[in-house]
């Protein structure tokens, strides 16, 4: 199998098996149920040959193509969760294509039937690291390397490991939005604007000797870990106790900025 796919729609893809069946075309079915079921739609990879048959038919709507990599995770075998308020309903991927950012890595828009916007405020009291603005609405977050935006029925994901590392995301925000709006009467919302500054600024920031005391190869890999919450800004020693410490003000100042706050700034 050279190439994969999923479909917007279960009608798409039984489409799509007709026309490798009746080409005698190898294929492989790729499932979504039982973990996954609420989020994505059963996907196939085929090969070169089986895709242009697809393609060239032209009454199948995919949601677009990547390479196929055999996906060495499993999907759980238990049921999805359910909410006695869902606000996320089901999520269908419409767009599917390779990271501009990482060849290797995958982005996706899905469209969901339910709407995420109710939750958003409580979202941003919870997840200090993420960024809300009110207008759009929209949220943005970062989980590890993976970038994702919430907008009120539609989510963007870029950086992706596979196909499903794309559900498994999916289905994570299905149940953080609606266990956030079940416990919402806990939780004080919050519309405060937050923006996040990018890696970069927080890479000016530090010392940029790539001198390993934080144990991270370069002073960009602790930049990146600070901007997606996996590290603590007292990581970087010569700006606490070195000779960086001129330096420190202007670092604390962009760490508040993604969330960070004094007693952050040592990671003992
Ligand atoms: S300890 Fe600080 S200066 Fe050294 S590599 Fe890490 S971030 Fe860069």
Request: charged share 20%; glycine share 6%.
């Amino acid at each position: 199998m050279k190439t994969l796919t999923t479909f917007p729609r279960i009608s798409e893809f039984e489409k799509a098996v007709e026309i490798l069946k009746t080409g005698k075309y190898p294929y492989l079915e790729i499932h979504p149920y039982p973990y996954y079921s609420k989020v994505g739609v059963s996907s196939l990879a085929t090969t070169l040959e089986g895709r242009s048959a697809i393609q060239e038919n032209q009454t199948v709507i995919t949601s677009g193509w990547i390479d196929y990599r055999p996906i060495e995770s499993q999907i759980p075998k238990n049921k999805p969760n359910d909410f006695a308020e869902d606000l996320f309903g089901n999520a269908a991927i419409m767009v599917l294509s390779v990271c501009v950012a990482d060849e290797n890595k995958i982005r996706l828009i899905a469209h969901i039937s339910g709407n995420l916007s109710p939750a958003f405020p409580y979202m941003n009291s919870e997840m200090p690291q993420a960024a809300f603005n009110i207008d759009g609405p929209t949220f943005f977050y970062m989980d590890q390397y993976r970038m994702i935006t919430l907008y009120s029925n539609r989510i963007a994901v870029a950086k992706a490991d596979d196909l499903l590392d794309g559900w498994r995301i999916l289905e994570k925000i299905r149940c953080t939005a609606n266990e956030i709006w079940a416990r919402r009467s806990m939780i004080t919302p919050s519309s405060e604007l937050r923006k996040k500054p990018p890696a970069l600024e927080i890479y000016f920031r530090l010392p940029r000797t790539n001198c390993r005391q934080c144990e991270e190869k370069t002073c960009m890999a602790l930049a990146l870990k600070l901007w997606t919450g996996n590290a603590q800004p007292g990581a970087c020693k010569p700006i606490f106790t070195g000779e960086y410490q001129h330096l420190k003000d202007a670092f604390l100042q962009v760490c508040h900025g993604l969330g960070y706050f004094a007693g952050d700034s040592t990671d003992d």
